[in-house]
Each structure stands twice: as C-alpha cells, then as structure tokens.
C-alpha cells in the first residue's frame, strides 16, 4: 500500500489559529495533526508514504526527517515550485509511486477509513478511482454526492448548500495511478472539478463508499479547537512524537 498526503495547502483560513505554521502541522494537544495520520497508518500494510509539499515545504520536511526512524514505511517528497492546485499536487505525487495504486489523504483531514476493507471494494468494483463518503447531518461547508446505491458508482457531485442529511467527499481517495496520468491533465489543477466532476457517471470510472467512522477537518478554527479535545480519543495508541 502506497499512499500520498498533501500536506501543501496554504491554509488561510486556519492562519488566525496558527499563523506561521504549515496547516497539517497545527499542533492539536502539543502533537502535530500530521502525526496523527502517521499513527493510523501504521495500523495497515503500508509500505511508502509520498508527502506532497508546497507552502512552508522546509518546515513540513524538516518535520518528517526528523520523525521517519519511526515510522514503518519509506518517506519521499514531491515538491511544488508554485501551487498546482489538489489535481496538479495528486498528478506530481503519482509519479513517484512505485507500483499501479495510490492512497490520497488530505494532510488537513482525519476520516478514520478501514482502508484494507476499502481497497477491497475499489478492486472488486473495477475502479478508476474511488471516494471514501461521510454520512452528515444538518451541515453546508462541503457539497454532497450521490452514488447509484445498486454499485456505489458516484452519479454527482454537488455544489455546497445546507443539507439535512448527505454524503460528503471525505477526502480519501483510491486511485489507478496511470488513468490520471493518462488524462493529459495541466500541471495546475482541480482533482475534485477536474477529475471527479468530470468523469463521474462514466463506465468504470469514479465508485464511492461510504464509511461510518470518526471524520474531522481542521480547516476552519471552530473544528481545529474541536480537535484538541477529541482526536487523540478516537486514534488509539497515538505514542509520542
């Protein structure tokens, strides 16, 4: 297993909280949030863990050189010269994947997937690329997808609205490394516009699957503050950074 965190964003709207300091590194409880998903790897079969960097790249760097004597998987960095957007970051990042699938996570987001159950339901549907979806109630930060429930083939993607109850991109991603590749893609890009919007709905292409476990994103300061108080409790056996 070969996974890829983009750990580049600029993170402007968490900079009140803690400017100066690269987004997927806020501390949450004195531990860097990228710690975190360093630990919930280390419970599957991961072998090679490519950090996309962009904004203060020297300081996220210096952070994973410093920790990776103990972490059981090989580190490697593909660095952006200027912001190429989630797609171009994504499109940069597979080229140092060694074999023919990526694990995408964000470096700014905690969804607690089985990710041996979801490799799983990515082979078995013949995938291109397959989302991990967060049920949510009463919510309008992220837009909604809706998946045909015979064979969780993703139909939509929606803009951002209030919402009683939907599916959200949970920002886990499977992904057939050479179909994004193949794409002629540009350098600079939007996966979610790019990619899923525009290929969702076709033959083989784009299956979400729903998961139920505990989701957080620290994007915004009112859920960086709910972090400090919940995400050590939900990642067991977290150890000291």
Not at 84 to 89: I, Q, S, V, W, Y
Not at 98 to 119: C, I, K, M, Q, S
Not at 162 to 168: A, H, M
Not at 175 to 198: C, M, R, Y
Request: charged share 20%.
């Amino acid at each position: 297993m070969e996974v890829v965190v983009l750990a580049g964003g600029l993170g402007s709207r968490l900079r009140s909280a803690v400017d100066g300091t690269p987004k997927c590194l806020a501390p949450i409880s004195g531990t860097p949030f990228l710690w975190f998903l360093c630990q919930y790897l280390k419970y599957y079969d991961v072998h090679h863990v490519v950090f996309s960097v962009g904004y203060l790249k020297e300081q996220v760097c210096q952070w994973v050189n410093m920790h990776k004597q103990k972490l059981p998987f090989d580190v490697s960095f593909a660095e952006e010269l200027t912001p190429l957007g989630t797609g171009g970051a994504i499109k940069k990042s597979l080229n140092y994947i060694r074999g023919e699938e990526a694990l995408v996570l964000n470096g700014d987001t905690f969804f607690d997937v089985p990710l041996d159950v979801f490799y799983q339901s990515h082979r078995k549907a013949e995938s291109h690329i397959s989302v991990a979806l967060k049920r949510m109630k009463n919510f309008d930060r992220y837009g909604t997808v809706e998946i045909d429930e015979s064979n969780s083939k993703i139909l939509k993607f929606s803009e951002k609205r209030y919402c009683e109850d939907g599916l959200i991109n949970g920002g886990v991603y499977l992904i057939n490394k050479q179909f994004v590749l193949d794409q002629n893609l540009p350098a600079k890009f939007s996966f979610e516009t790019e990619v899923l919007q525009d290929y969702c709905g076709k033959a083989g292409c784009i299956y979400g699957f729903p998961y139920e476990g505990y989701f957080i994103d620290i994007g915004i300061p009112a859920d960086y503050e709910r972090a400090q108080n919940e995400l050590g409790n939900n990642i067991a056996n977290v150890g000291e950074c």
